[in-house]
């Protein structure tokens, strides 16, 4: 984790923590990222990765704040794509598509529809491509 707040382009704004009576019970991450794209060139976007929730408050919706609240920073800041190597159940609630609906792969093997995407504008531009992590993401 040090590694990735370390890195080139991390932004703090995309660090967010859920406190419950003043101790820190969640944090949320979101890390720039790209998408080298099929058509040439790359595009950037957002990692989604970590999400943790302290187990004792599990289940009470301290996750879907963070993922909501990290999807609403990283919109206000302008960006567009976000991400997450997830189960499809939960993403899927927050907007997040199987990555082969917009033809993006992960650069390495994972199984069906756990590799998500969400857009957080209204391009249409293609994005089909291989998501490229920074190198920091090798040390985690």
Do not use: N, W
Not at 5 to 34: K, M, Q, T, W, Y
Not at 60 to 73: C, M, P, Q, T
Not at 113 to 122: A, E, K, P, S, T
């Amino acid at each position: 984790m040090r590694a990735i707040r370390d890195a080139e382009g991390f932004d703090p704004r995309l660090s967010l923590v859920a406190e419950v009576g003043g101790a820190v019970v969640g944090h949320i991450l979101l890390s720039p990222c790209a998408i080298e794209l099929d058509a040439g060139g790359e595009i950037p976007a957002l990692a989604l990765a970590p999400l943790a929730v302290h187990p004792d408050h599990q289940g009470k919706g301290i996750g879907g704040a963070l993922i909501r609240a990290s999807l609403d920073r990283a919109k206000e800041l302008g960006h567009a794509i976000v991400i997450v190597l997830g189960e499809p159940a939960l993403y899927s609630k927050f907007g997040f598509k199987d990555a082969t609906d917009f033809g993006v792969r992960a650069p390495f093997d994972v199984p069906p529809g756990v590799f998500r995407v969400i857009r957080l504008d209204d391009d249409a531009a293609p994005i089909a491509g291989v998501v490229r992590y920074p190198k920091a993401f090798d040390s985690v």
